[in-house]
């Protein structure tokens, strides 16, 4: 081999190089940013998402409303933080403006439940519903919880519930956020 072709070759070898590393240094590099837990997914949903996963038996979601639901635990006796998550989710309803039809905020109440609603605002469309499979599915879900459960019976995000009524408006105001999200991409209900 000449002293001219040993130049282009190692050249070319040179140039091969550097368009190898174009391509593997930024995989590399992706790689070890992963699997040293220096990247953050971003979260969008301001609520809680229910995990493990609670998927309500056909028989308990056909006991619910066939839409959305804003959805309440009845505990056994009704406190100020259960009128105050109640209150919320009938006010989230007519919050929805044209999306209302959509859903429908329940009370679910079992055996052990408190056997009526408090007195909630005339303007109220909250329904108590007895299902008490559906009831004892959402026991995992902290007490005084406002749930957002799909028309499929899916239970996807949990709100917590206050004695403070503010604090409940607060967790109110993400539900309706995530709410409204929800029902933008969905393509049931």
Request: aromatic share 4%.
């Amino acid at each position: 081999m000449t002293p001219e072709e040993k130049k282009v070759k190692r050249k070319s070898q040179r140039v091969l190089i550097i368009v190898a590393l174009i391509f593997v240094l930024p995989l590399a590099a992706a790689k070890l940013v992963l699997s040293m837990g220096w990247y953050e997914t971003g979260v969008s949903n301001k609520g809680n998402l229910v995990t493990p996963e609670i998927q309500l038996s056909e028989a308990a979601n056909v006991k619910l409303p066939a839409t959305w639901r804003i959805a309440y635990r009845m505990p056994a006796e009704c406190s100020t933080a259960c009128e105050n998550s109640l209150y919320v989710a009938s006010q989230l309803h007519h919050a929805l403006g044209r999306q209302q039809e959509r859903v429908q905020p329940v009370a679910i109440a079992g055996d052990t439940s408190a056997g009526n609603l408090p007195t909630l605002p005339a303007d109220s469309t909250l329904q108590l519903v007895h299902a008490e499979e559906a009831h004892a599915a959402l026991a995992n879900i902290p007490e005084h919880a406002l749930v957002i459960i799909d028309p499929v019976g899916s239970v996807v995000l949990w709100y917590a519930g206050s004695e403070d009524r503010r604090d409940t408006v607060m967790n109110g105001r993400d539900l309706l956020r995530d709410l409204q999200k929800l029902l933008k991409l969905s393509r049931v209900g």
